[in-house]
């Protein structure tokens, strides 16, 4: 099917109380990876790319690699920029084709995140693409984000930056970090509740590599409906790839290894699709 945004697809899990899996994909393989797992669990999903990825190659050729899985699939799937750190990249992403762009404007001041995430909602919006913000600062580094040590989101300031932006989804602060977490992440989960109780749309947890089952699970409970893999992702398939290079070094045929490493990121796809609790959610058009 087509490539869906992920306005309504984040709604009906905030209805349904579950969460989609946003899953940083990097090549073929991984797309191929999260597309099989999904289809497997009859269970939406996001793909998404980083500014640094679409930079290693472009929007054009990520966009081609989705829309070619989604195309050949019956359950509902997205392509979103992740961490778009500029007006000119969201509108990159949106010529390309891309049916969900992440602003990030959490590094700029509390008005001036207000102002850049409006401009993207304002460009996207007569093609009905969905735009998700970010207000506080989630931590951590990946990339070419540096969250330091972050910064919570306040309730009141989301409910009135939800009010002014007119986003679609908002990805909030509350403990979690990207990259590899050092040491247990304590997560406000009170605070995630408050936000939730002022603020009309699906929230999104970054930074979901490293956190428990049981912590994500929570979160989803108090009100997030997308979850963001990216690191845990990128180690499975890197892993896969050295254990057969290892195993058998005379390999030079490329699709040799590269597929083991593609059966290690689906094997950790359909793990976090389950955590997600988003099994069986996907609406099939009736023939
Ligand atoms: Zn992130």
Not at 114 to 136: N, Q, T
């Amino acid at each position: 099917m087509p490539l869906v945004t992920t306005e309504k697809m984040l709604m009906d899990a905030q209805k349904e109380g579950f969460a989609v899996g946003a899953f940083n994909v990097e090549n073929l393989e991984m797309v191929q990876a999260v597309v099989e797992a999904a289809e497997e669990l009859k269970s939406p999903v996001i793909l998404q790319t980083s500014a640094k990825t679409v930079q290693y190659a472009n929007f054009s050729y990520f966009h081609s690699l989705v829309k070619a899985a989604a195309d050949g699939a019956s359950v509902p799937i997205a392509l979103h920029l992740d961490h778009g750190n500029s007006f000119e990249l969201a509108m990159q992403a949106l010529r390309a084709g891309y049916t969900s762009i992440m602003i990030d404007g959490s590094h700029e001041s509390y008005e001036d995140n207000i102002c850049l995430s409006k401009k993207v909602v304002d460009a996207c919006s007569p093609s009905r693409i969905s735009v998700e913000a970010e207000l506080g600062k989630v931590g951590g580094k990946e990339d070419d984000i540096d969250g330091g040590d972050g910064g919570l989101t306040e309730p009141i300031e989301a409910k009135e930056f939800v009010e002014r932006t007119n986003v679609t989804s908002l990805a909030v602060a509350i403990g979690t970090s990207h990259g590899v977490y050092k040491g247990v992440p304590k997560l406000d989960l009170e605070r995630l509740s408050e936000i939730r109780k002022v603020v009309s749309v699906p929230l999104v947890l970054h930074g979901g590599s490293g956190l428990s089952e049981e912590s994500i699970k929570e979160c989803i409970k108090r009100g997030i409906c997308k979850v963001n893999y990216a690191t845990e992702l990128r180690i499975a398939f890197t892993e896969g790839v050295k254990q057969a290079l290892s195993n058998t070094p005379n390999i030079i045929d490329p699709k040799k290894f590269t597929s083991v490493g593609r059966e290690k990121v689906k094997e950790m796809a359909i793990e976090k699709i389950k955590t997600c609790g988003s099994v069986g959610k996907a609406i099939v058009p009736a023939l």
